[in-house]
């Protein structure tokens, strides 16, 4: 997947992670209208042991084979950064850059429907699995509904991102799950009523990356 420039910057391929993914894949119905089959993730796997995971790709990810990108993924810039680097006025970017940024679910559905649990159930054993032994995450956070049921088998995000959820019980994993930012910008972007609570969310994922805070803040917005 070649680099992707949105505005001022450019969305990198996760290196190394290409031979993850099968662009030919017909293990479950979406790949027969979708534009590209299997996206990647963007981002890296290395610096920071942590994965970002949302649903499935909408018509702008569908058309240029990068997940998170529109509005949706520009309102998750914006948290990332102001979670990660708030410092750094200068470089909108870097947080797509250095954060691996993925989908449950691989192929764009049709008129941007959830995915049905087969279609989930084919695409973590296919994909999501893969790329979690390979980045091998301590924290992972989970944008919307599709996610929390792929990672933890179980949806409800107002209840469920109330508390950190451990992923499995090999090893130290765990998983925060948040509002996924296109029912943000539904709810009114950033001057909305979701707003605080999904960047406080995102925050307090920040800080279990950074600095391993998980358990100290667990109170929810
Ligand atoms: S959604 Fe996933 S499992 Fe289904 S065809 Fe696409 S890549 Fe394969």
């Not at 030919?24 to 979708?34: G, I, K, M, Q, V």
Request: include cysteine.
């Amino acid at each position: 997947m070649p680099d992707v420039r949105l505005g001022f910057f450019v969305v990198p391929p996760a290196p190394q992670m290409s031979s993850l993914y099968d662009h030919s894949c017909t293990l479950c119905p979406l790949h027969e209208r979708a534009k590209t089959v299997c996206v990647e993730a963007s981002g890296q796997s290395t610096r920071l042991r942590t994965m970002i995971v949302g649903e499935a790709p909408g018509r702008n990810e569908d058309e240029l084979g990068v997940p998170f990108i529109g509005r949706a993924g520009r309102l998750l810039d914006r948290a990332l950064h102001m979670a990660f680097y708030p410092d750094s006025k200068f470089v909108l970017g870097r947080a797509r850059r250095e954060l691996f940024v993925t989908n449950a679910v691989k192929c764009r559905p049709q008129n941007n429907d959830n995915p049905d649990e087969m279609e989930i159930d084919a695409c973590v054993s296919a994909y999501l699995t893969r790329e979690i032994e390979a980045v091998n995450p301590t924290a992972l956070l989970a944008l919307g509904n599709v996610a929390a049921q792929a990672l933890l088998g179980e949806t409800g995000v107002s209840r469920l991102r109330e508390e950190w959820h451990r992923l499995d019980s090999d090893a130290e994993r765990y998983v925060l799950v948040t509002y996924h930012p296109a029912y943000v910008l539904y709810r009114g972007g950033t001057s909305g009523e979701a707003w605080p609570a999904f960047l406080a969310d995102v925050l307090k994922f920040a800080q279990e990356v950074l600095h391993g805070s998980r358990g100290q803040d667990q109170t929810a917005l």
